[in-house]
């Protein structure tokens, strides 16, 4: 773990948002996890989240610094593997709330309500059923199409294999901040084996069916992974729709039920938030205008003005401050 005002946290050198807002916090971690709500309970936030991403699966790290509640929607086809750094309060329908220190899976077809740690937080492993069909054919040579994992808090065993794998490659990325991509499939590797040995699968004649709120967010997640790969470009509501393989209707619907905005509100935010992120991190050379054209977002002036609304404060005093730690 790098170190920030004297404490070792996770992934420090690569994705990074700091932030006293509840949004900001909630759309950065939502874009490496699942979609959640974010609740502080009482006082003021003082949140730091940092993530990485390694092929199709994400890691990523979250404290608050300041109690709030952590709504999980059902993760749908997401796995995703929580690690509570210190103890953590979790509850889910029909469960009361318990305190962990174990890691556990969100429920798939449930949400989950998650308390973490004020000053130590939690790191999420999140990749999706299909990528853990694939790794295993891959492994194996058998079908995986039958697979289902099961999931929720409490009924897994944990023998700490992902916590293992985690901080393996938060320890190689603080020697190698910037790896190169055989490094970032190994990573990737590395983490799917361990889930493969920590989750327990089972084949059944299908997988189970999830809600409709949990079948939106597959839409979502697929429709999120194709944006975030043309950010740069111009996307027309038609290509999206088309790319995620439903109608313009159904994919307005799907990520008002998941995220409560439609598909042009959340691009936007993809892309003030990836131009914030190269902001805190700017290359000598780049300048505001040139970021904002690498986001889509090509009117420097709305640009200025959305990202003010957003962050509270200009994009050009973010890139200052990102060059002065350079």
């Given at each position: ?60 790290f ?9 709504t ?22 029909g ?26 937080g939690?790191?999420?492993v ?8 694939e ?177 509270d ?14």
């Amino acid at each position: 773990m790098r170190s920030i005002r004297g404490e070792s946290l996770p992934f420090l050198g690569q994705l990074r948002e700091e932030s006293a807002r509840a949004d900001v916090l909630r759309d950065f971690v939502a874009n490496l996890t699942v979609p959640h709500e974010l609740d502080p309970i009482h006082g003021v936030l003082d949140g730091l989240a940092t993530g990485v991403v390694v092929g199709d699966t994400t890691l990523a790290f979250v404290r608050y610094g300041a109690p709030a509640r952590m709504t999980a929607e059902p993760s749908g086809s997401a796995i995703c593997w929580v690690v509570p750094i210190g103890p953590m309060s979790v509850s889910s329908p029909g469960q009361h709330e318990t305190r962990y220190r174990d890691g556990f899976v969100l429920g798939r077809e449930s949400p989950t309500v998650l308390v973490p740690s004020t000053q130590e937080g939690a790191v999420f492993v999140t990749t999706t059923e299909e990528r853990l069909r694939e790794y295993r054919l891959e492994l194996t040579g058998e079908d995986s199409s039958r697979m289902r994992v099961q999931s929720g808090p409490g009924r897994l065993p944990n023998s700490g294999v992902v916590d293992a794998a985690w901080q393996y490659v938060d320890r190689v990325l603080a020697m190698w901040p910037r790896p190169s991509l055989p490094m970032l499939a190994t990573f990737e590797q590395l983490l799917l084996s361990a889930l493969m040995i920590e989750l327990p699968l089972a084949l059944a004649p299908e997988l189970r069916t999830v809600g409709t709120r949990a079948s939106s967010a597959i839409h979502v997640r697929r429709a999120v992974a194709w944006a975030r790969t043309r950010v740069a470009s111009r996307i027309t509501m038609d290509e999206w729709a088309a790319a995620t393989g439903i109608s313009v209707r159904h994919l307005q619907k799907v990520f008002q039920d998941v995220h409560g905005c439609t598909p042009v509100e959340y691009l936007l935010t993809m892309r003030l938030t990836r131009a914030r992120q190269l902001l805190q991190h700017p290359g000598e050379e780049s300048s505001v205008a040139q970021i904002a054209e690498q986001v889509g977002l090509r009117h420097l002036g709305r640009f200025a003005s959305a990202y003010k609304d957003r962050f509270d404060e200009l994009p050009s005093q973010t890139r200052r401050r990102g060059a002065a730690v350079r």
